[in-house]
């Protein structure tokens, strides 16, 4: 059985290790591996394949950084004489992001089953280019891969045929399991100067959050101001980081009260080790809601709705908004209070890569 597993942003990459290596264990799988190049710079990509051990691509499309329509036009372009030439039983995608759309969109066209780890989740916004980007990936897609419950709900509600779904667990929380030796001998803290639960995390990359620059300039002094109550440390996304050199003049924020860090972005095992050690984590991210609630730590999400409800109803995640008085208030009471202990949702057992991989071979 031939796979061909596509991935090109940072988050593609978390999820595929787990899946890469479960198709390994068996000989009659030939899995092979594609790599967009959505994300291409050494931090968002290189470090990650590195610590993730991901072997090195059969094919690199090398597409790059570009607008919706040119990156997604560019992965179909490239993709397609690829899977022609391979021929695979199937296409796995992982995720949400650009590459998975046109992924799929390019596959199903050429007769080439699709199979979509993490179906099924919906924001209702429409206004997220991911929201999209799920919708379309998973009318397209032949296995409807679900990490949670609600996934299946929505897409039963939009009319998938039942028999194409199958909730199989989280493959990101296989990864955070699979790779916990190595993360939890991680120094970054220590490296970073900040002691055991005693500071925060932040993340920020939601063009949401961040490419309006009155909204971008709003949250950051929310964010300075919760750094006079705990140290925060700030892994900036390359998309902030250029927000921050045209809304706030590439003035670093905090950098003059030394208490909100900015850093580069950090590597897969450095940063679930940082996260896995902090008290708070502020962020729009989608995973970062996922991992939190598996490693219980209390998670603000600075979003007004989120497509992995579970996190909230289960986890450790509260959505806050982005509204500068809630967040500060949400994260004095987080700091002040003891963390909550959680169970992890049904599935999240480190478990779900097995669960799929059983799934592909068994229907050939
Ligand atoms: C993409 C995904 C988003 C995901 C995020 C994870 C889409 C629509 N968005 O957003 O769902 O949460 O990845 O990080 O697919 N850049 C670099 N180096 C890189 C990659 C990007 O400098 O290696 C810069 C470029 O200026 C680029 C910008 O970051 O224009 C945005 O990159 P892009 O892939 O378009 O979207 P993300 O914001 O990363």
């Not at 991901?54 to 090398?62: E, F, H, K, R, V």
């Not at 590439?250 to 679930?272: H, I, N």
């Not at 996922?290 to 289960?314: H, I, N, Q």
Request: with cysteine; net charge neutral.
């Amino acid at each position: 059985m031939k796979i061909v597993n596509l991935v090109g942003a940072r988050p593609n990459f978390v999820k595929i290790a787990p899946l890469i290596r479960e198709m390994r264990r068996f000989g009659d799988i030939e899995p092979l591996l594609v790599h967009t190049g959505q994300h291409y710079d050494e931090a968002m990509a290189g470090q990650f394949f590195r610590d993730l051990d991901i072997p090195t691509p059969d094919a690199s499309l090398g597409v790059g950084s570009g607008s919706h329509a040119y990156q997604t036009a560019e992965v179909m372009r490239r993709l397609e004489p690829v899977l022609e030439k391979a021929g695979p039983d199937v296409l796995v995608v992982v995720g949400d992001v650009n590459s998975t759309l046109a992924g799929a969109l390019t596959a199903a066209k050429l007769g080439i089953p699709v199979a979509h780890v993490e179906a099924g989740l919906r924001s209702f916004d429409p206004t997220m280019p991911e929201e999209i980007n799920r919708r379309l990936t998973d009318a397209v897609s032949d296995y409807l891969f679900v990490t949670e419950e609600s996934g299946r709900r929505n897409l039963l509600r939009e009319g998938a045929d039942p028999a194409k779904i199958h909730l199989v667990g989280n493959v990101m929380i296989d990864a955070l399991e699979l790779y916990r030796p190595q993360w939890e001998r991680s120094t970054i803290a220590g490296r970073l100067g900040l002691s055991c639960k005693d500071y925060g995390v932040v993340t920020l990359h939601r063009p949401s959050n961040v490419d309006r620059p009155e909204k971008f300039q709003t949250v950051v002094r929310a964010l300075s101001e919760v750094a006079e109550h705990i140290p925060l440390v700030f892994p900036v996304h390359p998309r902030t980081r250029h927000r921050i050199r045209e809304s706030l003049d590439g003035e670093e924020p905090g950098r003059a009260a030394g208490r909100l860090q900015c850093v580069d972005p950090l590597g897969y095992l450095d940063f679930v080790a940082l996260v896995s050690r902090a008290r708070v984590v502020l962020t729009d991210s989608g995973g970062l809601q996922e991992e939190t609630t598996a490693l219980g730590v209390p998670c603000l999400t600075l979003r007004e709705r989120t497509e992995r409800p579970v996190t909230v109803s289960a986890g450790t995640n509260r959505l806050v908004g982005t509204a500068p008085d809630r967040i500060v208030e949400e994260a004095r009471r987080v700091v002040e209070s003891r963390t909550p202990r959680v169970q992890p949702p049904p599935l999240w057992d480190g478990r779900a890569a097995e669960r799929i991989v059983a799934l592909l071979r068994g229907r050939r």
